[in-house]
């Protein structure tokens, strides 16, 4: 069974940062890509990042939503189980629930990193909050 635990979320001051954490456990975690959403109350998940898995084709790719590009890296420690979002430069319109995903098939592409469908597995979630 997939298990996914995302942490790190917090309250933060305007121009702020954070680095959420999500742990996976149950997958090989080489072989899959993963993914950042995000949900603000009253509005759909939207993706933030994605970064594909170590294979030659697709080492380490990562994409991001244009609203963080700039702002949020993402990246991946194969020893720790553990993909990070670090995230700065924060404004109020980054609230929301930040939710991890996984997709077995290991990689991102520009075009496909921001479909939900994608992603198999889904994690509870993380509350990031940004006071003005």
């Known amino acids: 069974e997939v298990q996914i635990v995302e942490s790190g979320g917090d309250l933060v001051q305007a121009g702020g940062s954070l680095r959420l954490s999500c742990t996976v456990s149950g997958v090989s975690f080489e072989d899959i890509a993963v993914g950042w959403f995000r949900q603000a109350p009253g509005k759909g998940r939207e993706a933030v990042a994605c970064?594909?898995?170590?294979?030659?084709?697709?080492?380490?790719?990562?994409y991001y939503a244009h609203s963080v590009t700039g702002r949020f890296s993402i990246s991946r420690d194969t020893a720790e189980n553990t993909v990070y979002l670090r995230m700065g430069w924060l404004t109020p319109g980054d609230t929301a629930t930040y939710y991890c995903?996984?997709?077995?098939?290991?990689?991102?592409?520009?075009?496909?990193?921001?479909?939900?469908?994608?992603?198999?597995?889904w994690g509870q979630g993380t509350q990031v909050t940004v006071s003005s």
């Open positions: 970064i594909s898995d170590s294979d030659t084709r697709t080492y380490l790719a990562s």
């Open positions: 995903a996984v997709d077995a098939a290991g990689y991102c592409t520009a075009t496909n990193f921001e479909l939900l469908s994608k992603y198999e597995h």
